[in-house]
């Protein structure tokens, strides 16, 4: 039962509960969408550096472009182009025998001349793969060229536009609530294939996914990796533009037209028809748009699908997977390990210098751990988990700051008036092992403890005026105090003009050269209460005060160390028969008769027990009085009176 509330007070479960507490907020931040932009902005970051840091894949030889640039439309002086032009073009491209020939340019509409002539090409057998637009609310569509006669080598060419105009998706198929459309890249990709043996398929578990030849494409979901409710519909797959760094071949419409090209440049393979003209403005943004130094900020549509088709080539005949988010469990998961992370970490770390470098330690971890898991295929969240490993970090250093503050003014409250500062510090840097549930827990120690009292206080007292009395009680204590934390104690309380000290707590001893110690400090320290008692006895004469004799008691031996009290009203105390005896050594010479040796001769008699005169051995001088049964005891106690230091003759504190 103790071990459950020690548990349920514990910094451990409070890091746990706020760690968990925050993980729980930034998942619900997270479905609002708020972190999106900066986690699609670190998704773009990953695809640029991985196009740096690791060679890209070549597409190959696979894809030609063929490019309508400005000059070539200034050379026509027309645009569209006419339907004779175009006619001319695909027939010398026909007799180079590519594989398959993309035109990506609309042809919904006629240009004359050459019409029927365009429309002979598109009416016999042909390897030519066009285009229409599917449109949406926000766009109108365009139909399939006027010449194409069914919709199998007509295949939709929209690209998805997320917000602040980057393209990271394709799209495979599209449903406009009637039919099941092919995009063009793909209808390009599966004319090229199938010379290869490769057919799409579904893939071997049910679950309807997309196999094309060596991989299986999941379709995309609204809230994969950094997405929040995106439009996910269609077939839709991640673009790696892993090829992105090395160019398609490309010729102009001129230099094609010309017949400056070599024979075997469109030989079996895929030619893309497209427009790379400023004026025609079909560009696009891409992840490495971002970068300042990219030389192309934008990618013409044309290489946008050129990319596309080989990305789907590069998957189907060498298993190049698409990128594959973590599923929004999984994230779940990933967020709660960094939250829990960031506020057990306020566990290890106490300076402001260590916590700084724990943290950053784990930032970076969390960045390789994402980029590396980016390397190998998979998007891994890294902003959400970073927000509640910051928000997890900051909560659990403001708990445990208010934690400390409390425990350092408890410390405080205890010792700050009773100790040096630096037994103080020293309190607080070893809190873990003396502070338990807010309060100094239970210890085992052996102390040395000092008794005093003064005589005849009582007849004192009934003499003077009480604020008089008051005055003159605080001028002893006061100077009783200075002398005790002078000598490394700690006056523990003040029983009306008594004072007990203690020497060797609040911090345990652990060796018996520190045991002695205390108990010479202890002794040395009734010597100076005598001779300031003294002083005080003159200063008081002067201004025709009583003067007071004090009766000391001082022993040495094992007890029990912490607090009594409740959380508002503290104590720290001791507890042991160590405690006892030296309170009946300072009233033993009161219970006796003032006789023999025993009669007093100064202002102070200081009485110590056998344990204590072991420990100080030969530095003091001592007299034996006597093995007595002390009031309220049953075992023998040797008493000593301490005569003075061997370093002074022993006239001005010894015993009667």
């Known amino acids: 039962m103790r071990n459950t509330v020690h548990f349920l007070k514990s910094p451990l479960l409070a890091s746990t509960m706020t760690g968990l507490l925050v993980c729980l907020c930034v998942i619900g931040v997270r479905s609002t969408g708020v972190f999106e932009f900066f986690e699609l902005a670190a998704y773009d970051l990953c695809l640029a550096s991985r196009a740096h840091s690791v060679p890209s894949v070549s597409p190959g030889s696979r894809i030609v ?224 748009s971002r970068r300042e130094d990219t030389e192309r900020k934008r990618m013409s549509g ?89 928000l997890s970090g900051a909560f659990g250093t403001a708990h445990a700051a208010y934690r400390e503050r409390t425990q350092r003014t408890l410390l405080m409250q205890l010792f700050s008036r009773h100790v040096s500062p630096d037994v103080a510090e020293a309190l607080w840097e070893q809190r873990e092992h003396f502070m338990d549930g807010g309060r100094p827990r239970p210890q085992r120690l052996t102390v040395t403890v000092l008794f005093t009292d003064l005589k005849g206080f009582t007849s004192v007292s009934e003499m003077m005026d009480p604020q008089a009395l008051m005055e003159w009680l605080n001028e002893y204590m006061e100077t009783m105090a200075r002398t005790v934390g002078e000598q490394g104690g700690v006056v523990n309380k003040y029983i009306g003009d008594a004072v007990m000290a203690l020497f060797g707590v609040p911090l345990a001893r652990n060796s018996e050269e520190e045991i002695r110690g205390d108990a010479v400090h ?69 219970e006796m008769p003032e006789s023999g040796t025993l009669s007093p001769t100064g202002p102070c008699r200081i009485l110590i027990g056998g344990e204590t005169r072991t420990l100080i051995g030969d530095e003091f001088l001592t007299e034996k009085v006597g093995e007595v049964v002390l009031k309220g005891k049953k075992r023998t106690v040797t008493i000593y009176a301490v005569k003075g230091s061997v370093q002074q003759e022993s006239g001005e504190c010894e015993a009667a």
């Not at 990271?168 to 092919?182: E, I, M």
């Not at 031996?557 to 503290?570: C, E, F, I, Y």
């Open 65 to 288: 472009l063929v490019t309508v640039t400005e000059d070539d439309i200034q050379r026509l002086g027309q645009w569209p182009l006419s339907d004779a032009v175009l006619s001319s073009l695909l027939q010398t491209l026909e007799g180079y025998r590519p594989r398959v020939i993309g035109l990506d340019i609309y042809r919904d509409i006629p240009v004359p001349p050459g019409t029927g002539r365009l429309s002979g090409i598109f009416a016999r057998p042909h390897s030519i793969v066009s285009i229409r637009k599917m449109g949406d609310s926000g766009s109108a569509s365009i139909a399939p060229p006027f010449m194409v006669k069914g919709d199998t080598r007509v295949g939709f060419n929209d690209v998805i536009i997320d917000n602040g105009g980057i393209v990271r998706r394709g799209l495979l198929f599209a449903d406009d609530g009637k039919t099941v459309s092919y995009s063009f890249p793909l209808l390009l990709a599966l004319f090229y294939l199938e010379k290869e043996g490769v057919v799409p398929r579904s893939d071997a578990e049910g679950q309807g996914y997309f196999h094309l030849g060596k991989t299986i494409f999941p379709p995309f979901e609204a809230n994969d990796g950094g997405y929040v409710g995106a439009d996910a519909r269609g077939y839709q797959f991640l673009l790696d533009y892993r090829d992105a760094g090395d160019p398609f071949p490309a010729y102009t419409l001129t230099q094609v037209m010309g017949g400056g090209v070599p024979a075997d440049v469109f030989r079996d393979r895929i030619v893309m028809i497209g427009v790379t003209a400023e004026s025609l403005k079909d560009f696009f943004h891409t992840p490495f």
């Open 302 to 390: 044309v290489e946008l699908h050129a990319r596309s088709v080989s990305q789907l080539l590069r998957a189907a005949l060498e298993g190049d997977e698409p990128l594959r988010p973590i599923r929004e469990p999984a994230e779940w998961v990933w967020i709660l390990f960094w939250s829990l992370a960031g506020s057990l970490l306020i566990l290890r770390g106490r300076s402001f210098r260590k916590l700084l470098l724990l943290g950053v330690l784990s930032l970076t971890l969390l960045v390789l751990v994402t980029y590396s898991a980016f390397i190998l295929g998979w998007w891994v969240p890294v902003v959400p988990p970073a927000v509640s490993w910051a």
């Open 522 to 590: 202890a002794v040395r320290c009734a010597l100076a209460m005598a001779e300031r008692l003294k002083e005080l006895n003159a200063q008081w004469q002067e201004r025709n005060l009583p003067v007071a004799e004090m009766r000391i008691g001082i022993q040495t031996g094992p007890l029990v160390a912490g607090s009594l009290g409740s959380t508002q009203r503290m104590e720290y105390t001791v507890i042991g028969d160590t405690v006892n005896i030296a309170s009946r050594l300072e009233r033993y010479g009161k």
